[in-house]
Nanobody
Framework: VQLQASGGGLVQTGGSLRLSCAAS????????VAWFRQTPGMERSFVAG????????YYADSVKGRFTVSRDNARNTVYLQMNSLRPGDTAVYYCAVGSSVILSNLASHTAYAYWGLGTQVTVSS
């Protein structure tokens, strides 16, 4: 699976961005898909995603109520709508796909086999 993330950029506090991640190589409708983010010197942290066994979105506490994750299996694409952005959301955002992620590991970056290159999101104060 190859993943291509896009949609990052520079936005002011309170603004919005929509990230997209298109997958190629094989359909990911039976996989877990997620967004992570990373800042310099820190590990990748879970932002939002779907587990392969259900269609329910999961979110990190820090983004609940502001971010919305969605997936379009027909287009093999996952989206992350980010509203009310804050400077603390500044990071490189990555999409990830895994075929054997167990629910308790959904938020663990080590559980995912495939990663996109990432897209930079910068929120200015």
């Amino acid at each position: 699976v190859q993943l291509q993330a896009s949609g990052g950029g520079l936005v002011q506090t309170g603004g919005s961005l929509r990230l997209s991640c298109a997958a190629s190589g094989r359909p990911f409708r039976t996989d877990s898909v997620a967004w992570f983010r990373q800042t310099p010197g820190m590990e990748r942290s879970f932002v939002a995603g779907f587990h392969r066994n259900n269609n329910r979105p999961y979110y990190a506490d820090s983004v609940k109520g502001r971010f919305t994750v969605s997936r379009d299996n027909a287009r093999n694409t996952v989206y992350l709508q980010m509203n009310s952005l804050r400077p603390g959301d500044t990071a490189v955002y990555y999409c990830a796909v895994g075929s054997s992620v167990i629910l308790s590991n959904l938020a663990s970056h080590t559980a995912y086999a495939y990663w996109g290159l990432g897209t930079q999101v910068t929120v200015s104060s």
